[in-house]
């Protein structure tokens, strides 16, 4: 269904079928309310894993609200060789969301994305070695993301759940790990660490949302070297510039970059997936308690890992 033809009544109608809909579950995975897995997720998820990647495919690989869109607008400057903002969206190139006969005809490279855990990604595309970039984010700011994200976006609400409820409710709940997104945040980062660590993925870029929000130019310059491409030291600096938060946000507002379908089909008709792009702003929404409460999950969930957040700047 091309979403993009539907008129006001006809989206009104889409939006409150999705509200009412459970969330689709899939070996131990709750999803969002995609139209290609609420169905049964089976089908469509077996064809993720079993998907016949190209040696030239790049797949970005991130847990949501790690900073997706941002990463996949400055990768395909990147891939143009030029700083104009591309007329796609991530989400018509997002493995869950589409029908994968779609990606048959794009021409190489192609650059694919997904917040799959490791171990449903294209096994091909892992067994052969070909490029992955893996975005992290600090989970506190993922969390408050997450539930502004999920208060708007009718694939991830739902009524009959009263989900996500209120922000004291969600933090709650995802401590619990109750809607445990693509597996939870901690499950998907530890299937990554293990994965790398292990050898079982060779190929991988490793970006960190705080590390793109420091430096933009020099992460800019680490990508290009990983997709073996010679910018001029003038096009990294105005590719940072032009995927900045406020300028890739204002762009995907004005239209610069398509219709703004985001916008359409959000709670308060405007695009949830740009709000503040900052770091550290959990510090405005945990309490004293919660935080607590959440430090002592980082130290559970993370007491073997090496994994290391940056909780501001």
Known sequence: MDLSLLDSEETEKMVN?????KHPVYDGCMFPKFPTLLDGPEQHMEAIRNFDSKETDILLCTFPKSGTNWVYETVSMILQGDSQ????????RMMETINLDQLSDQPSPRFINTHVAFRHIPKKHVD?????????????????????????DPCAVCIEE?????????????????HNFYGGFFNYEREWEKAKQTKAVTNVHTVFYEDLKKNPVAEVERLAAFLNKELSPQLMEDIADKCSFTKLAEATRSGQKGEDMVAKFSENKTNFIFRKGTVGDWKNWFTVAQNEMFDQLLDRELKDSNLQFTYTL
Do not use: A
């Open 17 to 21: 079928y999705l509200r009412s809909k």
């Open 162 to 178: 009263d989900f996500p409820g209120k922000w004291d409710d969600f933090i709650q709940d995802m401590c619990e790990n109750k």
């Open 128 to 152: 052969n070695g070909y490029k992955i970039i893996h975005v992290l984010r600090n989970p506190k700011d993922v969390m408050v993301s997450l539930y502004n994200h999920c208060r708007n």
């Open 85 to 92: 903002y591309t007329q796609d969206t991530k989400v018509n």
